[in-house]
């Protein structure tokens, strides 16, 4: 039993010395072969260059071909950074030159780019578009132009929490009828069509009220509120662009003009029984009727 665990020990040693040899021995051949390969590697490019310096027809060669893979290399990564051309872009961009509209309209167009930050060009097709339209449901187009304003600011894809969209911020879900002739419910999205939309809205509002007033509180869906903060917005942008359109300066300021109008007191509920029965009206008494004769002597 002592001999055994004698032995263990100088077994294992043995062991730890025959894994540091043979590791000695690895690391020594692999030094020795790389060494050898970047000597190889060397002696290579050595030659090489030469043969390049003393065959100048092989050095012509070495350099078109390197030349060659240079510039495929560069065209590769330049094609796939380049995003691909689309030359009829500018056909879908609902955009035109301000300086093209009449004077009225171009008035209006500049000053809604600079309060609302908008570009001009976009706005320009809106104008154009809220003047035709307002001439021919007859709507003042700077009413039209200010409830835009008032609605989204003049931005084609804003969305409100109960999901009114676009400019005119119309229910889409509410007016779907409307949006069948434009292409669906997607055109909520197109300036135009949501314009022309909301335009038609506008008008049902105002016929159902019988008033502007009373159309915009239609048009805002009023239920817990009168609105009247929301008309009077849409009321002093509205009296803003009417001055802009005649080129006078607009007002910083517009007074309130709509308020919802008082209900007027409900009579006293009266009990049946204390009414107090009155008696009829005594007639009055005949006027006598003068004879012929009568008046003869009257006139003597």
Request: charged share 20%; glycine share 6%; with cysteine.
């Amino acid at each position: 039993m002592t001999a055994n665990n004698n032995s263990l020990p100088a077994q294992l040693g043995a062991w730890r010395q025959t894994l540091s040899t043979a590791a000695a021995d690895v690391s020594r051949g692999l030094y020795v072969v790389a060494h050898n390969g970047l000597a190889l590697l060397g002696i290579g490019i050595a030659l090489a260059l030469i043969v390049l310096a003393t065959r100048g027809d092989l050095r012509l060669s070495a350099e078109q071909r390197l030349l060659e893979w240079l510039v495929a290399r560069q065209e590769a990564a330049q094609t796939a950074q380049v995003i691909p051309a689309d030359p009829t872009a500018a056909d879908r961009v609902t955009a035109a030159h301000p300086n093209a509209l009449p004077e009225q309209q171009a008035h209006v167009a500049h000053w809604l780019s600079r309060k609302y930050r908008v570009a001009p060009e976009p706005l320009s097709v809106l104008v154009a578009e809220a003047f035709r339209i307002g001439e021919q449901v007859r709507i003042d187009p700077t009413l039209i132009l200010a409830v835009m304003a008032i609605e989204s600011r003049f931005n084609p894809f804003a969305q409100s929490p109960v999901g009114a969209q676009g400019l005119m911020q119309v229910l889409t879900r509410v007016h779907t009828d409307k949006y069948e002739d434009f292409g669906g419910q997607l055109a909520a999205f197109d300036p135009l069509s949501n314009l022309r939309v909301g335009v038609q809205v506008l008008q049902d509002c105002i016929r159902r009220a019988g008033s502007i007033e009373g159309g915009l509180r239609l048009y805002v869906g009023a239920v817990t509120s009168d609105g009247a903060d929301y008309i009077n917005k849409v009321m002093a942008e509205h009296t803003r662009l009417q001055h802009v359109a005649m080129g006078r300066p607009a007002p910083r300021h517009v007074e309130p003009t709509w308020s919802i109008p008082a209900m007027a007191p409900r009579a006293p509920e009266i009990d049946d029984t204390d009414l107090v029965e009155l008696p009829a009206p005594t007639p009055a008494p005949a006027s006598p009727v003068a004879t012929s004769s009568e008046l003869q002597d009257l006139r003597s």
